[in-house]
């Protein structure tokens, strides 16, 4: 059964520094979003993304955020100077549609940790 | 906007009895609705989903829910719980983005 893939798995990283989060979506999806999930907090929206555009983002995806398809399986995250309060589990999900009926499958997650 | 409320932080159960996982919705116009479940150290894996038709929807490893609109419930079910049921449950709408409820830990007992 095709997935989504994430690496890696765990990163801990200085403040300050740049991260670059990793997921492979399932193979004909062409939809791709990134939400995260603070420790104790509710899963949150961060961008959706489509024929290489953002086609959502949510407040918390300001000017230190971007995503990008680099080439025609991954999908990245790159968080551009990080700061302690980014330190949250990070999860990559894509859909074969982009309407709400769609189902949206997740990776496994990536755990960042910023010190 | 749409959210989706889960009004218990843990449910506890005997293996073999009835599970149940409440959640109730507020949308404007069509809900779409959906539960995922996500076990220990894994990611969040899809359950099932209410889009439109029969009230009572069928989905993975036994689970099962029912859409009521006069309630704005769609509470998660499964007539036997088992140890492996035990994990985080996410009630989830989607209006082209998901906003998940703040979940609720399962823990069935043996």
């Known amino acids: 059964e095709p997935e989504v893939t994430q690496t890696p798995s765990h990163q801990v990283t200085q403040m300050g520094q740049e991260v670059i989060l990793r997921c492979v979506p399932i193979s004909n999806h062409l939809y791709f979003y990134w939400y995260r999930q603070i420790l104790g907090q509710k899963v949150e929206f961060l961008v959706s993304?489509?024929?290489?555009?953002?086609?959502?983002k949510s407040e918390i995806f300001d000017d230190q955020f971007s995503v990008e398809r680099p080439d025609g399986s991954n999908f990245t995250l790159k968080i551009r100077s990080t700061k302690l309060e980014d330190s949250a589990m990070y999860f990559c999900?894509?859909?074969?549609?982009?309407?709400?009926?769609?189902?949206?499958?997740f990776g496994p997650g990536t755990r960042l940790l910023v010190l | 906007a749409q959210s989706v409320a889960q009004p218990e932080d843990q449910v506890n159960v005997a293996e073999g009895n009835p599970l149940t996982v409440k959640c109730t919705y507020s949308v404007s116009g069509n809900p779409y609705l959906f539960w995922y479940v996500q076990y220990p150290n894994r990611g969040l894996q899809f359950l099932l989903k209410?889009?439109?038709?029969?009230?009572l929807v069928k989905g993975s490893y036994g689970f099962e829910a029912e859409f009521n609109k006069s309630q704005t419930s769609f509470h998660l079910k499964k007539p036997s719980a088992l140890v492996s049921d035990s994990a985080l449950y996410f009630c989830?709408?989607?209006?082209?983005?998901?906003?998940f409820g703040a979940g609720t830990t399962v823990t069935v007992r043996a």
């Open positions: 999900a894509s859909s074969g549609g982009g309407y709400p009926a769609e189902t949206q499958y």
């Open positions: 209410y889009i439109t038709g029969d009230n």
């Open positions: 989830v709408t989607n209006d082209y983005k998901l906003s």
């Open positions: 993304f489509y024929n290489n555009e953002i086609s959502e």
